[in-house]
């Protein structure tokens, strides 16, 4: 790809004596919205934390915006440019709507502002001295999404962002990933469910244990149905 602004080569990754990704190799483009697709236990999540450097143990490559990565701590991952918005969403519930929000360091120019974040997501501005805990399912996913906008990340890694979300809300969430797109974020997406991955992604890539086996760009993806069904099991 000639503008990769991602590329993993022979990425492996480990927890403790578990080896769990076995060559992962895959890229996205700088301005690309990709999914990684598969059955559970298939590597996806692991894939998404060997990037951030939040794994046991990983070797390979990893390259972003030109520079090898795949040493560095997470903390200097994130000054480089990447975001992880994890599948537990992680807020904290003691802490209100706004809080949370101002909480994480912008590490990088070109964040988003809060006031841009609540015209983003208007729910969370009508909420925005509300706990935590008081936050529906999926209030609290684009809290967490909103959160990692202020840091000035050009890649987003969203882990599950629909999970256990009512179809109301993940059109929502939809809507919300493509505007960040539009406004030139890199976004890398896991996500089971196939049905909302096939409406916003550019490029789906299959993992299986452990490893990319297939690809299928968004333009293909009604030509490619039955096969894509069979490698997720649908």
């Known amino acids: 790809m000639a503008d990769a602004l991602l590329t993993i080569a022979g990425l492996q990754a480990w927890y403790g004596e578990s080896h769990i990704l076995h060559g992962v190799d895959f890229e996205v483009g700088r301005g690309e919205l990709v999914t990684l697709l598969g059955r559970n236990g298939a590597g996806k999540t692991t894939t998404l934390r060997s990037i951030m450097g939040i794994v046991g143990r990983r070797s390979g490559s990893i390259r972003f915006d030109g520079a090898e990565i795949v040493a560095r701590t997470s903390d200097a991952v994130a000054r480089a440019g990447i975001a992880y918005c994890p599948e537990e969403r992680g807020i904290f519930s003691s802490l209100s709507v706004e809080e949370n929000l101002l909480l994480p360091p912008v590490v990088r120019p070109g964040g988003m502002s809060v006031g841009e974040i609540f015209e983003l997501f208007p729910n969370l501005k009508e909420r925005r001295r509300s ?104």
């Open 131 to 234: 706990q935590g805990t008081k936050l529906s399912g999926g209030e609290q996913q684009m809290l967490a999404i909103g959160r990692i906008l202020r840091t000035g990340a050009t890649l987003l890694l969203l882990d599950e962002p629909t999970e256990g979300l009512a179809p109301v809300i993940v059109q929502r969430i939809g809507e919300a990933i493509r505007a960040l797109k539009s406004r030139g974020f890199t976004i890398l997406l896991v996500e089971q469910n196939f049905h909302f991955a096939a409406t916003v992604a550019d490029r789906h890539y299959v993992v299986e244990d452990g490893r990319v086996v297939d690809m299928v760009r968004g333009s293909d993806v009604q030509a490619n149905l039955g096969k894509l069904q069979t490698y997720l099991g649908l």
